[in-house]
């Protein structure tokens, strides 16, 4: 990880909530630590001196509120603020929480937005203004003449993500800069509320994106099979020349159509191309489904991890797809050999 990010360490004895967080920040500007042990996050705090602490309140041997006024007793993390992330909200609660040094308090379930505001604003990389993503910004400039008919700001709970509807066309855009297994989760989630709600036709604003793994093309293959399948589809904004190439075996350009700008892609659909569109053939597609790398053609085995391909060992992509609702596995993930 970069060293110019922003340190953030959460205790937390919950698993899944240390899943939740690692995804919401990856791709931002802060570098998460985290530890299921109280003992050990007191250490790692006094070690790696984050930006911010995440802690959670009820926790085995120590609570959050013992821990955070351990933390305030020593020289080396009395001036790291703590953020309690917690699913007590009572009144007392709260009080208990500032008594024992806490500066802010999140109750769960809490939103990647809420989590990524009050991270930026007490890590000082914005002071207390409104946060807006770079691609939010975007969509309101000449490079999208038309107006949005709706936004709907019921999805943003689900992804630090803006959704911009024009007519039947959802613009999607993120300020999350890589589609990968830690927040494939996330956008599935995003794009399963889409489709519930009758809405097919997608433009996916990737301009910002700069890294995508295996996973992160699974999920992206299975959301357009899906979404053809209601005759809509998923367009998207022309990767950069990185992106595109990303991956050894194809470029995202075969997979998708490609578009040089938002307004492009969103009357793509009001005008649908003449030429017929040839569909690439993604039967062939090798992907690790331990380490998400992707593979050449036939690979018998996995290039970066070692996993045996042929015996199809490795769950992990199957993990994060298969709860999916609406969002079907296509054939080369359920076939991969």
Known sequence: MGTDKEKVLLIDDDEMNLRLVDGILDGTEFELFKTVDASEGIKIAKISKPKVILLDIMMP??????????????????????????????????????KSGGSDYIVKPFSATDLLTKLRKIAGSIKGE?????NEKKT???DTEAQPEDTISNYQEV?????????????????????????????????????????FKVVFDISEIKRIDGAGLALLISINET????????????????????????????LFKTYESLQEAI???????????????IDYLSICKSCTYMNLPK????????????????????????PIPHIKSVKCLRNMS
């Open 267 to 281: 009357e793509s659909f009001q005008n649908p191309e003449t030429e017929s569109y040839e569909k690439p053939d």
């Open 159 to 199: 992804f630090p993500i803006s959704f911009n509807k024009f007519n039947d066309v959802m613009v999607i855009s993120t300020s999350v800069d890589s589609i990968i297994m830690a927040n494939c989760q996330f956008l599935s989630n995003a794009f399963s509320t889409i489709v519930s709600d009758g809405i």
């Open 130 to 134: 409104n946060v807006q993503t770079k």
């Open 299 to 322: 690979a018998r085995y996995c290039s970066f991890c070692g996993t045996n391909l042929m015996l199809g060992k490795g769950e992990r992509i199957f993990e994060v797809l298969a």
């Open 227 to 254: 979404l053809k399948d209601y005759d809509g589809e998923l367009h998207i904004t022309f990767p950069n020349i990185d992106l595109n190439s990303c991956f050894s075996v194809i470029k995202l350009n075969y």
């Open 61 to 98: 041997k120590y609570d959050g509120f013992m821990i955070c006024k351990i933390l305030k007793r020593s020289s080396e993390t009395k001036n790291i603020p703590v953020i309690f992330l917690t699913a007590k909200k009572s009144k007392e609660d709260l009080v208990q929480a500032i």
């Open 140 to 142: 309101d400039t000449k």
